[in-house]
């Protein structure tokens, strides 16, 4: 039986139904309702930031050379003319000043990968001080986590293929800091690198397949898994009229959630190739080929790492001995027992909480911080202490330049470190508490009078007052004696 014609469109649809079944899950999918309000467009921007990605990727990867053979530059930058460089420097230059909209795709793909990771982080946040990641989203949130994990791993991967200076030095820290696991770490190195440091002709490749299709595969697959598992659970969704543990208040998928989505889209791949045609990133000619034995260039590596790269710089020069041997090198504290530490106690936040409040039932509205002075108290600290770590690995500079010498940025910032969480804590519990108590809602509505003209010629002010539920949705007002008018 051959298809009816494509201006059938009724018969069409009927006659894909009848072979594939379709038609009750476009059905279900169409009516499904997103709740309305801003927060949940954080997770949708990651979901069209790793869209761009991809599709910007796969345009730059005809055009790169996963090499490290050495060549001579003979492209049109006049500085680095007839310079010994490798084939993947002299292809990533290619591709950012000879190829068309090269460039442009070229920053707009690195904007994209600092997107991707930043959304991600205020979405978790979104989730964490929401209390979100209560049962039954428990698991949908180490989903997310895992994917912030290996979205830090693709973007370090992407950012050091290039073998420029700043690539280099960050796969010299990278190397540091694996070959200081104990007992394995030669022979992790060794494997991932394929020699000593800096490696192999074959670890190039390796970190062009990892960042081009091994982690993006891993990572899309826990997008679907994700949107799938919310799909069926239905979103979350903040307390209000009508809204119930049972039901979703929203807007439905078709036709209005499908077309503000696709405008969200717009606007994003819209802004990223803004920003890749008109700011600057990782200018790799300014930046030349890695050499192993040039120590420093100015640059900084990309802000996900700066936490990292602080942990590194903040911790005290220890390295326990045993008979005479280094058992624990200095980088392992920083590098591994850092990220390990917040990783870990974010993965195991749901199962403390429950444990703590004895609250193991599920829960579909959503808290407010406020709701819940204690965890949004500790959430801000934790954010607070791994906040001025990052600071700590990225201010250096800018520091140093106003004449703060660098040894004691590094004692300011240990003692900040210890200190700022503390009286976060503090704070953020006092004002959640005041906040519950008052149900107000300071950073809503306007101030001001709304004036009504009167038939006499005066006027009549009508002066906002708040509703005594103090929800922040509407407000009643008083009516004023009215004025003459001058």
């Keep these: 039986m051959s298809p009816p014609p494509a201006t059938s469109g009724p018969e069409t649809v009927r006659w894909v139904d009848e072979r594939l079944g379709a038609a009750s899950v476009v059905k279900k999918a169409f009516r499904y309702v997103f709740p309305d309000h801003w927060s949940f467009l954080l997770g949708e921007i990651a979901l069209y930031a790793f869209t761009f990605l991809i599709l910007s990727g796969t345009y730059l990867a005809l055009f790169f050379e996963p090499s490290t053979g050495e060549t001579h530059y003979t492209g049109t930058y006049a500085p680095l003319a007839g310079q010994p460089v490798s084939e993947a420097f002299n292809s990533t230059l290619h591709i950012s000043l000879n190829l068309p909209a090269g460039l442009v795709l070229r920053q707009a793909h690195h904007w994209a990968a600092d997107l991707f990771l930043a959304a991600i982080v205020i979405h978790l946040m979104r989730i964490f001080f929401t209390g979100a990641f209560r049962k039954p989203r428990d698991f949908n949130y180490f989903i997310g986590l895992t994917m912030l994990g290996l979205g830090m791993l693709e973007g370090f991967c992407g950012y050091s293929l290039p073998d420029d200076l700043l690539s280099g030095m960050g796969l010299a820290i990278a190397y540091g800091v694996v070959m200081s696991i104990p007992l394995l770490g030669g022979k992790i190195a060794f494997l991932i690198w394929g020699g000593q440091f800096p490696g192999s002709p074959a670890f190039e490749p390796r970190l062009f397949i990892a960042h081009v299709f091994i982690l993006p595969a891993i990572i899309g697959l826990l997008i679907a898994i994700h949107l799938a598992i919310i799909m069926r659970q239905h979103h979350a969704q903040f307390p209000g009229p009508g809204r119930t543990e049972k ?211 005066g006027f009549s002010a009508l002066e906002p007052v708040r509703s005594e539920a103090q929800n922040g949705d509407a407000a009643s007002t008083v009516e004023r004696e009215p004025t003459p008018s001058g």
């Excluded at 220890?318 to 974010?346: C, D, R, Y």
């Excluded at 600290?381 to 906040?387: I, M, P």
């Design 247 to 457: 039901n979703v208040v929203g807007t439905p998928m078709w036709p209005a959630y499908a077309l503000r989505s696709l405008g969200l889209f717009a606007a994003v791949a819209a802004v990223l190739v803004l920003l890749g045609g008109l700011v600057q990133i990782n200018p790799i000619w300014q930046w030349g080929a890695f050499d192993p034995w040039q120590g420093t260039n100015g640059a900084q590596p990309d802000w996900y790492l700066g936490w990292l790269l602080g942990a590194l710089r903040l911790m005290p020069g220890v390295e326990p001995q045993l008979f005479g041997k280094t058992i624990l090198p200095n980088p392992f504290f920083g590098g591994l027992v850092f990220p390990t530490f917040v990783f870990a106690a974010l993965y195991s936040w749901p199962w403390l909480e429950r444990k703590i409040t004895r609250d193991a039932r599920r829960h579909d509205l959503l808290d407010r911080p406020r709701d819940n002075p204690w965890r949004t108290a500790l959430g801000a600290a934790f954010f607070t202490w791994v906040a001025t770590i990052f600071v700590a690995g990225s201010a250096d500079r800018i520091l140093v330049r106003v004449g703060f010498p660098y040894p004691s940025q590094i004692w300011f910032f240990r003692i900040f470190a210890l200190l700022a969480p503390i009286v976060v804590f503090i704070l953020t519990r006092r004002i959640c508490r005041e906040l519950l108590a008052s149900e107000s809602h300071p950073l809503r509505g306007w101030s001001g009078t709304v004036v009504r003209r009167t038939p006499g010629g």
